[in-house]
């Protein structure tokens, strides 16, 4: 993944200005998935979605690249450089390590509940969720390729994001901890199943 110069979330306080931003991204998300669960997504505009959470039309490319990604809450594929940097570091298991790391940089939505719906209802939205782990795939690649070859970086982070899907599908995360611990256990049934 591209790496940006971004502070580690876990040790910066959350100012004014974060919390704003945090609040006009979750507003955006909110609004995003409510007109797209009613309408489609060809039945919405960045328009309509920028009117009903208060934000100029041009704020919305500050945050999502889509109609789609704004719904689905899916942020960049890219990894921080201090997740990065972490990563790189850490001398840890590699998979536990990229457990680690997919789970605090993964966007983790508080109304799973209603993206769940959102696919449900409007199975067009699956291909959009399938492209986002497609390209964090690719991103991650690069970071993981630090520490290991490239055939073993492929391998781990296949199975770690198998392990996400999994976990998106089986339960409602409540942070990175908790995300983290539950693509461990995953990548442990998954590890016991290819012995048995």
């Given at each position: 993944?591209?790496?940006?110069?971004?502070?580690?979330?876990?040790?910066?306080?959350?100012?004014?200005?974060?919390?704003?931003?945090?609040?006009?991204?979750?507003?955006?998300?909110?609004?995003?998935?409510?007109?797209?669960s009613e309408h489609g997504l060809d039945g919405?505009?960045?328009?309509?979605?920028?009117?009903?959470?208060?934000?100029?039309?041009?704020?919305?490319?500050?945050?999502?690249?889509?109609?789609?990604?704004?719904?689905?809450?899916?942020?960049?594929?890219?990894?921080?450089?201090?997740?990065?940097?972490?990563?790189?570091?850490?001398?840890?298991?590699?998979?536990?390590?990229?457990?680690?790391?997919?789970?605090?940089?993964?966007?983790?939505?508080?109304?799973?509940?209603?993206?769940?719906?959102?696919?449900?209802?409007?199975?067009?939205?699956?291909?959009?969720?399938?492209?986002?782990?497609?390209?964090?795939?690719?991103?991650?690649?690069?970071?993981?390729?630090?520490?290991?070859?490239?055939?073993?970086?492929?391998?781990?982070?296949?199975?770690?994001m198998s392990a996400l899907s999994e976990v998106?599908?089986?339960?409602?995360?409540?942070?990175?901890?908790?995300?983290?611990?539950?693509?461990?256990?995953?990548?442990?049934?998954?590890?016991?199943?290819?012995?048995?």
């Amino acid at each position: 993944m591209t790496t940006t110069a971004a502070p580690d979330p876990a040790t910066t306080p959350c100012t004014l200005r974060e919390r704003k931003k945090q609040q006009t991204r979750q507003a955006l998300h909110d609004a995003a998935l409510t007109l797209v669960s009613e309408h489609g997504l060809d039945g919405v505009t960045i328009e309509q979605i920028c009117a009903d959470a208060d934000v100029s039309p041009r704020t919305f490319f500050n945050y999502f690249t889509s109609k789609a990604h704004a719904a689905l809450g899916l942020d960049t594929v890219e990894v921080p450089a201090w997740a990065a940097s972490r990563f790189a570091e850490a001398d840890g298991r590699l998979v536990d390590d990229l457990c680690t790391l997919i789970a605090s940089t993964v966007p983790l939505s508080p109304d799973r509940r209603r993206m769940k719906e959102l696919l449900v209802l409007r199975p067009e939205m699956a291909s959009m969720v399938m492209r986002w782990m497609a390209e964090s795939r690719q991103s991650l690649l690069a970071t993981v390729g630090v520490r290991t070859d490239e055939q073993t970086a492929r391998t781990a982070v296949g199975l770690v994001m198998s392990a996400l899907s999994e976990v998106a599908h089986r339960d409602t995360v409540g942070d990175s901890d908790e995300l983290d611990a539950r693509l461990r256990v995953v990548v442990a049934e998954m590890g016991a199943l290819a012995s048995a």
